[in-house]
C-alpha cells in the first residue's frame, strides 16, 4: 500500500481502487431516496419490545447526533489526510457497509419504536430520504453508529482512537435513547462494521502484497 499521497498517485492499482469505490459511493448515494420512499416505506414488520426503553425516557439528543456523526469523521480526516492507506480503508468500508445496510434494512424490516423522536439531520434529509424530514424507518442497523466505527477501528493513535470509540459508544446510547433506534440496531452496526473492516483489511493486504 502506497504511504504518501505521491506514491498512491503514481500506483495505477490505488488510484483504480479509490476510483472503483468513490464510484460505488456515488451509485449508494443516487438508490437511497429511492430505496427509502418506494420500497422501504410501506414495507411492514414487528415492533420490538426494547428492554433499554424502560431505562431511558426519550429525549431529542440531535443536535449532540448530528455533531458526532460530521465532527467525529471531519477530525478523523484532518487527522489523516496524509495517509491514503486509511483514507481508502473508510471509502471502502463505508460503501461495503452501507450496501450491507440496504439489504438487512430491507430484509429484517422493523416498525419505528414507540415513542420515537425524529432525528432531525438536514444532510440524510436531502441527501437520503429525499427531503421526507420524519422518515423514521431506517433502523436495522445503525448507519450513524456504523460511521463512527469506522474511523475508530482505522485509527491506529491512541488517545484519538480512544476519544472515537467513545464517541460511537456514546452515539448508540442517544440514538436509542432518542428512540431513533432499538438496541439490536445499535449491536448489529458495530458487529457488521468490525467483520467488514477485517475483511477489507485483509483483502488490501493480498491486493498489495503486503503482510
Not at 6 to 35: C, D, Q, T
Given at each position: 500500500m502506497p504511504l504518501n499521497?505521491?506514491?498512491?498517485?503514481?500506483?495505477?492499482?490505488?488510484?483504480?481502487?479509490?476510483?472503483?469505490?468513490?464510484?460505488?459511493?456515488?451509485?449508494?448515494?443516487?438508490?437511497?431516496?429511492?430505496?427509502?420512499n418506494n420500497v422501504l416505506l410501506n414495507k411492514p414488520g414487528p415492533r420490538l419490545d426494547d428492554f433499554a426503553f424502560r431505562f431511558l425516557a426519550p429525549k431529542d439528543w440531535s443536535p449532540v447526533i448530528f455533531a458526532l456523526v460530521f465532527g467525529a469523521p471531519a477530525l478523523f480526516l484532518f487527522a489523516n489526510f496524509s495517509s491514503p492507506e486509511k483514507i481508502l480503508v473508510i471509502f471502502q468500508c463505508y460503501v461495503v457497509v452501507n450496501f450491507l445496510r440496504i439489504i438487512t434494512l430491507y430484509l429484517f424490516t422493523l416498525e419505528t419504536p414507540e415513542g420515537i423522536i425524529p432525528l432531525v439531520d438536514p444532510f440524510l434529509e436531502k441527501v437520503a430520504y429525499g427531503g421526507n424530514a420524519a422518515y423514521t424507518k431506517d433502523l436495522f442497523f445503525s448507519g450513524h453508529t456504523s460511521t463512527l466505527f469506522i474511523i475508530s477501528l482505522a485509527e491506529k493513535r491512541l488517545g484519538l482512537r480512544i476519544a472515537l470509540i467513545l464517541s460511537t459508544i456514546l452515539i448508540g446510547i442517544l440514538l436509542v435513547w432518542q428512540r431513533v433506534h432499538y438496541t439490536i440496531d445499535v449491536i448489529g452496526a458495530l458487529l457488521v462494521t468490525f467483520a467488514v473492516y477485517k475483511g477489507i483489511v485483509a483483502l488490501n493486504r493480498l491486493s498489495f502484497g503486503r503482510n
Open positions: 499521497w505521491k506514491e498512491a498517485i503514481s500506483n495505477r492499482k490505488y488510484v483504480l481502487l479509490m476510483f472503483f469505490w468513490l464510484v460505488g459511493l456515488a451509485v449508494f448515494v443516487a438508490v437511497l431516496p429511492h430505496f427509502f
